[in-house]
């Protein structure tokens, strides 16, 4: 069974560039769609992206607005969540889950990590 961690939150500064990690062990993640969410007190939890296991990433455009990214590190076993620019809106708890298959829909994403939280100063 797959198990999920993030980690490279904490606090930074609006403007500044920020990666996010999410390292499994149990499974490989190439066998799954891993995606980014992200939540913020008092409101759903929303799609950031997601990287299939082709490679192939789908960007959030309402949440990324042109600076987020991510890869896979199948050696690792990890997928990094590349954040640039970020801003005080971006601040929330970011959670990785994986999916059997492609897709952005939260609900179809079975095994969640605990959440790192990304505050931005302004």
């Known amino acids: 069974q797959v198990r999920l961690v993030e980690s490279g939150g904490g606090l930074v500064q609006a403007g500044d560039s920020l990666s996010l990690s999410c390292a499994a062990t149990?499974?490989?993640?190439?066998?799954?769609?891993t995606g980014w969410f992200r939540q913020a007190p008092g409101l759903k939890r929303e799609f950031v992206l997601y990287?299939?296991?082709?490679?192939?990433?789908?960007v959030s455009a309402d949440a990324s607005l042109g600076r987020f990214s991510a890869s896979r590190d199948n050696a690792k076993n990890t997928v990094t969540l590349q954040m640039r620019n970020v801003q005080p809106w971006d601040s929330a708890v970011y959670y990785c889950?994986?999916?059997?298959?492609?897709?952005?829909?939260?609900?179809?994403?079975?095994?969640w990590g605990q959440g790192t939280q990304v505050t931005v100063s302004s």
């Open positions: 149990g499974s490989t993640l190439s066998s799954y769609t």
């Open positions: 990287v299939a296991p082709n490679g192939d990433t789908i």
């Open positions: 889950a994986v999916s059997p298959r492609p897709t952005n829909s939260i609900n179809d994403y079975h095994t």
